[in-house]
């Protein structure tokens, strides 16, 4: 098995972390359903992933981060704007910016919350699909990368010398030399198409 490299690392913990905040704003909105104030709603649902997920996960080190910071009165919004920013993640950004406009104008939370967590499930789901098309493309892709190597290798047991004409004079070799330089820049154009993508 490949090892991930670290920006792979990367774009897995924030699809992880994004998932899991999901959970973590929808058990925000019970406690606040259940009368407690939204920090404390916040503090509750932290301890609630600790259970989930473990003191481990990536959500319960956030939570605990925000409840940290809430002893010290560092304001709710503060940190949910600052998680956002360090997370990558658009939906925890957006997630913080219309919580701090609805806390400041006095609105609806629990509606805000619940309204927030419809819309990054929604955001998840449509990842995953693409996730999904995306792994078929890579393994197409994986696939069109070795087939060449393998027609030269197949050709040249079951037919020796066939290459010869190609690989014992001038123009063989600089015919072969543009293919393999053709080969190498759509190996990387595709790499680099399939990266986009995964970012964006």
């Not at 805000?112 to 792994?135: D, G, K, V």
């Not at 696939?143 to 010398?161: D, E, Q, R, T």
């Not at 600089?174 to 990266?195: F, N, Q, W």
């Amino acid at each position: 098995m490949f090892k991930k490299t670290e920006k792979e690392s990367a774009s897995v913990d924030r699809r992880i972390l994004e998932s899991q905040f999901g959970e973590a704003i929808r058990a925000v909105a019970v406690s606040l359903k259940a009368g407690y104030s939204v920090e404390n709603a916040f503090i509750q649902s932290g301890r609630d992933m600790g259970r989930q997920y473990g003191e481990d996960s990536l959500i319960y080190r956030e939570m605990e981060s925000i409840r940290r910071g809430l002893v010290i009165n560092i304001s709710l919004e503060d940190m949910l704007v600052d998680l956002g920013s360090r997370s990558g993640c658009d939906s925890i950004r957006d997630f913080a910016g219309v919580f701090s406009i609805s806390k400041r104008s006095g609105g609806n939370m629990v509606h805000t919350i619940e309204a927030s967590t419809e819309t990054i499930y929604l955001m998840i789901e449509t990842r995953q699909e693409m996730a999904t098309a995306l792994s078929g493309r890579k393994m197409e892709q994986k696939i069109m990368k070795a087939m060449p190597f393998g027609i030269l290798a197949y050709v040249g047991i079951s037919s020796p010398g066939y290459f010869d004409a190609l690989y014992a004079n001038p123009g063989g070799i600089l015919l072969m030399t543009g293919l393999l330089i053709v080969y190498l820049t759509a190996y990387v154009l595709g790499d680099r198409i399939l990266e986009s993508l995964e970012e964006g």
